[in-house]
């Protein structure tokens, strides 16, 4: 056989052993010899012996094994596991940003990864997406035009969006163009930012991608924030985000059990202080917003306020004007 047909054969058995086996699913050297020639490749016990041994050589993890007194043959360890796929699809199924029909592509190519006989099951045991998904269906070019900006260091220009109560878009500022340098895509409690430097505000603005409209690169030269830390905008900005509050060391204090929820939020390295055997205080860094006191008040005034004294009277201002309003 020459050699040309003979590293098709190689390939052709990579293909079908992976696609087709694993620990459950083994296929004998005879099976696999009829598959071959069934699909016009000629095999016998040496070239088949040859060519799992070349494959074994690449790194592509054939493991040998019997079935009964057969030896048989099946992929062991892939690039994922079924676990590791099982979690990007869930991920992806109850991703608000990305719409439903998107969601069920990326899906179904996710799938691919797996052996062919748990594909069906990854994909019936999908996390069933009730949740709000998006109906924008230009975010993955937007995304790939955003990050191609920032690859290149090149600013972009777009519009953005606002909801009329009809919830119909409008264009914000009357179609105004935004013209900023982007610094990174963050992926934050189920959206997708781009914190970007606008020269106009002086500082970092974070943008939703869902929200962005008509995105181009722009051939300038885009501005580069050496103190932007994504990790770090992302904790302490991107999860209590209010407009161009500045940020505060705030001190609150709850019992033990709520230290798990301060943990999520803020990180394992947030400051904390035993201050008796039941409760704790922590000192965090954050913009003292609505949102943030959002999240204090979820906890039913079982986490206060301590300091500094003109976020813990705004956080009571807030909660009287609610109450006002509520009457």
Not at 10 to 38: G, N, P, R, S
Not at 182 to 189: E, S, V
Not at 230 to 237: A, F, N, W
Request: charged letters at 30%.
């Amino acid at each position: 056989m020459s050699e040309s047909n003979t590293k098709a054969r190689i390939l052709f058995l990579e293909h079908y052993l992976t696609e087709h086996t694993d620990e459950q699913h083994m296929v004998t050297a005879e099976e696999l010899m009829k598959i071959c020639e069934d699909n016009g490749y000629k095999a016998n016990r040496n070239t088949l012996r040859d060519d799992i041994a070349v494959l074994q050589e690449q790194s592509v993890d054939v493991i040998i094994d019997h079935v009964g007194k057969f030896k048989a043959f099946y992929i062991g360890m892939r690039l994922f596991e079924s676990a590791e796929i099982k979690t990007l699809i869930d991920a992806v199924s109850s991703s608000r940003f990305i719409t439903a029909e998107k969601s069920e592509a990326l899906i179904e190519k996710l799938s691919q990864l797996a052996c062919k006989h748990d594909r069906q099951s990854l994909i019936n045991s999908s996390v069933s997406s009730d949740r709000i998904k998006t109906e924008s269906t230009g975010i993955f070019l937007t995304i790939d035009t955003v990050n191609t900006a920032i690859n290149e260091r090149k600013k972009i220009s777009f519009q953005y969006v606002d909801y009329l109560p009809t919830k119909e878009e409008i264009l914000r500022h009357e179609g105004k163009k935004y013209v900023v340098s982007p610094q990174a895509l963050l992926w934050n409690d189920d959206r997708y930012y781009v914190p970007s430097y606008s020269e106009e505000k002086k500082g970092i603005i974070p943008f939703r991608i869902d929200r962005m409209r008509n995105v181009g690169i722009i051939d300038e030269q885009a501005f580069k924030d050496h103190e932007f830390v994504p990790s770090e905008y992302s904790r302490k900005v991107l999860k209590m985000y209010d407009g161009d509050i500045p940020e505060k060391k705030v001190v609150i204090e709850a019992d033990n059990k709520y230290l798990i929820n301060v943990i999520d939020r803020f990180g394992e390295d947030v400051e904390t202080k035993q201050l008796n055997e039941d409760r704790f205080s922590a000192q965090i860094f954050v913009k003292p917003s609505s949102t943030f006191f959002a999240w204090v008040f979820q906890f039913r005034g079982e986490v206060i306020i301590t300091a500094p004294i003109d976020v813990k009277e705004n956080y009571i201002k807030m909660l009287t004007n609610a109450v006002e309003s509520q009457k």
